[in-house]
């Protein structure tokens, strides 16, 4: 599986060394330490102490070990970046994202750590969570930011807190963020960033996960944030392509390249008419399939 799998992102409490451990051997893609909601007040000390033992102690293996900061203005927020940046996370997550400022001011504080530790420059990603009215009205400009800030991988949505923001009532189908979901995918894509939907707060049954994973797909999303490890496998499996339509996108690419050969542009396949938006779509399916490896099934 490619680093750069992020299909399953699983939050777990930063104060728990135990959890954290769990986490690492769950088979999500990427563990997210966290230090913003996940953790009492009284505990963010501590917190920042056993994420920064963490990541030097636990084999994360193949999983991603990131660290949810508190947010930029937070009385928090350098202390976590100086204490488990020290520890070098795969990235950090930055909640309450609401313009290209606060990216920046990320990103220069992770610059003087990787010059401080001699580390590559951008050697520590960055995901911005936007979960608020103003951070989806100014997600143009949020995602324009990697032109300057290349650790910016991904866009990911909050959408329990944006609800909150706008006075609306979380619904089953997501009506009320359907403007947000759409405008965060489709930013993303726009700038190259990978789009990642917002938990279920379901535990206790699939078909919310099953539908809410199904449709952050559909859309275009690359993944989906979890809160307890029983999710990560089920997301995981929804946004793998099988191997028979890895096959079949295989065999439609070839195809393509055949006429192209003959000097034929559109053709028919299976009693379709095929163009080059469908060639970039068996391309994806292609370059999804590569990107979880061993795991497709």
Not at 231 to 242: E, G, K, V, W, Y
Request: net charge negative; proline share 4%; charged share 25%.
């Amino acid at each position: 599986m490619s680093v750069n799998a992020r299909r399953a992102l699983l939050f777990m409490p930063g104060d728990s060394r135990k959890k954290i451990e769990k986490g690492a051997t769950s088979g999500a893609d990427a563990i997210i330490m966290d230090l913003e909601d996940g953790v009492a007040l009284s505990e963010k000390d501590t917190a920042r102490i056993v994420i920064a033992a963490s990541l030097r102690e636990i084999n994360f293996g193949r999983t991603e070990a990131w660290v949810r900061l508190n947010p930029v203005g937070s009385p928090f927020h350098e202390a976590d970046i100086a204490v488990t940046g020290a520890g070098r996370p795969r990235g950090v997550v930055l909640p309450k994202t609401e313009s290209a400022d606060h990216i920046t001011a990320v990103d220069a504080r992770l610059r003087a750590l990787e010059e401080t530790h001699g580390w590559g420059q951008n050697s520590i990603a960055l995901i911005a969570i936007l979960e608020s009215a103003l951070g989806i009205v100014n997600v143009r400009e949020i995602a324009a930011s990697v032109r300057m800030v290349p650790r910016l991988v991904a866009l990911a949505l909050g959408a329990e807190d944006l609800a909150a923001d706008m006075g609306a009532v979380r619904t089953p189908d997501g009506l009320e963020g359907a403007y947000a979901r759409g405008a965060l995918v489709l930013h993303a894509k726009a700038f190259g960033l990978d789009a990642i939907d917002s938990p279920c707060v379901q535990i206790a049954e699939n078909a919310t996960l099953i539908a809410e994973t199904e449709r952050a797909r559909i859309m275009g999303y690359t993944g989906k944030l979890a809160i307890h490890p029983r999710q990560s496998a089920l997301i995981q499996t929804i946004f793998t392509p099988t191997q028979e339509a890895i096959n079949r996108a295989q065999v439609l690419i070839e195809a393509y390249a055949a006429h192209q050969q003959k000097g034929v542009g559109v053709f028919s396949f299976e009693g379709k008419m095929i163009d080059m938006p469908m060639i970039r779509a068996a391309e994806t399916v292609v370059a999804q399939g590569r990107a979880a490896g061993d795991e497709v099934v």
